[in-house]
């Protein structure tokens, strides 16, 4: 029987291999290749929900720690499974599923590696959620970013190539700027783990307390660029609009990787994160939250919104994040589930709605041809994906109208229940915000409404324009399997409803983890090493 503390190593072991493994196969082997990638996909899940239920369970510690190399803490690359990174690991194979399952109706044909690229995304996703250290993290950061580049790229045009060249050199200086704060914190604290550097940051003197700052601070730019945090993210819509929709609707949880980075850093700065500026996320929280607004009610096409429903996302989690509150924390940890999922299935149903006035669409045929489709093969391919599938518009408007509901945040929908969670931390009778920040708490709870009442507006009129009264014909031709992964997201929402109990106490006990970061540091700090194999067995 695998000890728990071993699964902790499997999130990132399982799409490393099956990544690997797939690269010694000619991408002509789809079928077996989409097997390998449900097959990983399927693990991860499984593997998450053993780790979330080991983490949270009762009469469990409330951290796994997996010391590589079995070198003794701080000195060993520690993975540490909490219950942010659990649900964060969760989350991520949840919505990997349908997006994978998407794209093997178009997308995984149009060039190459793929399925090799996307599992080494899922690696530097799941290792950047689990990791200890700071290096550790920039290394998880680089694997996740150079896969995504190919995957941004992923079937070529004029627009997809455009936005995403600007998403690659915007993230090539953010990790320059990650690499240079990781030196200066190095220097200062003389660790790379994220719990010798908190524990030293407490007797810190002289010049090593500021420099130590710095550092953070630069680390802590880095991660705004990456959670698209205005004016620093005026790359992400562009770049997500002009991806294909699985892969924009896997993008979504990118952007979460900043904001959970920020939480993690907050604990390398004594007094509870204090001292690293939380009135600066806050503010820049803020003025995302506006940004999005407006470009939502100024977008003309339905993937531009969904850009920009991604930076509302992480405008709303980065302001009540910057509140510095378990409360509100725990709230907004319900909304960036709820928001994940819902801007991830937005995608998809763009991508169907829209798909006749993709700017890639044209360059489909010629893609499929370089890379292994003959004239045999587009024939299969049209009697497969060119059927018109009984229904479709109105699978479509039903999925459009719930996705809404809860971007949104209308009852009775996860998107309601996160809004007002965060609203009662801030105004309820048990609210512990100090009286001090009630400025900082009517700015939130107004724009929270007010951005779903933009939303609101903008996806009425889109709905009208698509369903109620199209300028030309509105017949799409979809197949059973793209519309699955729709459904499966929307099923998904509609178990965190009636799960919204058990689910807010898991949300609650993480911030709490969060504001108490002496837990984290005593499990880190407290590892065990494994006993010589001689010695355990005798």
């Known amino acids: ?24 196969f000619e991408d002509r082997e789809r079928r077996l290749k989409t097997a390998l990638s449900l097959v990983s996909i399927l693990a991860l899940i499984s593997t998450a929900t053993a780790l979330l239920n080991t983490v949270h369970g009762g009469g469990h510690a409330a951290s796994l720690v997996y010391l590589v190399g079995n070198w003794p803490a701080p000195i060993a690359i520690s993975l ?47 290792g950047a959620f689990l990791t200890g250290d700071l290096f550790n993290l920039f290394v998880f950061f680089e694997v996740m970013l150079a896969a995504s580049y190919g995957l941004a790229l992923h079937g070529g045009g004029a627009l997809r190539v455009r936005g995403g060249l600007n998403y690659i050199v915007v993230n090539l200086v953010a990790s320059l700027i990650f690499l240079i704060g990781i030196a200066m914190v190095f220097s200062a604290a003389g660790s790379l783990n994220m719990a010798e550097i908190a524990l030293r940051a407490e007797s810190m003197q002289g010049f090593a307390l500021p420099a130590l700052h710095v550092g953070l601070a630069m680390l802590g730019l880095a991660f705004l660029i990456k959670a698209g945090m205005w004016p620093l993210g005026l790359w992400l819509v562009p770049a997500y609009s002009a991806a294909a929709g699985p892969v924009a609707a896997v993008f979504a949880i990118l952007s979460k990787v900043g904001v959970y980075a920020l939480l ?14 939380s009135l600066v996320i806050f503010i820049g929280g803020v003025a995302t939250l506006v940004f999005a607004s407006i470009g939502i009610l100024a977008s003309q096409s339905l993937k531009r919104a969904a850009g920009y429903f991604v930076l509302m996302s992480s405008g709303t989690l980065l302001a009540a994040f910057g509140m510095s509150q378990s409360a509100v924390t725990a709230g907004a940890l319900f909304y960036m589930l709820s928001s994940t999922l819902a801007v991830g299935a937005f995608f998809l149903v763009v991508e169907l709605i829209e798909r006749e006035q993709d700017a890639a669409s044209s360059v489909l045929a010629v893609t499929m041809e370089a890379y292994g489709e003959g004239e045999e093969d587009m024939e299969e ?86 369903f109620w009264a199209p300028v030309e014909p509105f017949l799409p031709r979809i197949t059973v399997t793209e519309t699955a992964p729709i459904l499966y997201l929307l099923g998904l929402l509609i178990a965190l409803v009636l799960a919204a109990g058990p689910a807010m106490n898991l949300f609650l006990a993480t911030a709490d983890d969060l504001h108490h970061q002496v837990r984290y540091l005593d499990a880190v700090l407290g590892a065990e090493r494994v006993p010589p194999f001689a010695e355990a067995h005798p």
């Open 80 to 126: 540490v499974a909490d219950r942010l990174a659990a649900v964060m690991l969760l989350l991520t194979a949840l919505l990997a599923l349908p997006a994978m399952i998407s794209a093997t109706q178009r997308w995984e044909k149009v060039g190459p590696h793929f399925h090799s690229l996307f599992q080494f995304l899922l690696v530097g996703l799941n």
């Open 264 to 277: 993690r850093l907050a604990l390398l700065v004594p007094n509870k994160g204090i001292a690293f500026g």
């Open 381 to 466: 391919e049209e009697a497969e994906v060119g059927r018109t599938m009984p229904g479709a518009v109105a699978i479509l408007g039903i999925g459009f109208c719930l996705l809404a509901m809860v971007l949104i945040g209308l009852p009775p929908l996860p998107g309601f229940l996160a809004k007002f969670a965060i609203l009662t931390a801030l105004l309820g009778p048990e609210a512990s915000v100090p009286a001090a920040s009630n400025f900082m708490r009517g700015t939130l709870a107004v724009l929270l409404i007010a951005s779903g009442v933009v939303s609101l507006v903008a996806l009425s009129r889109a709905g009208i324009r698509v």
């Open 1 to 24: 029987m695998v000890e728990p503390a071993h699964l902790v190593v499997a999130p990132i072991l399982v799409p490393l291999v099956t990544g690997a493994l797939m690269l010694f």
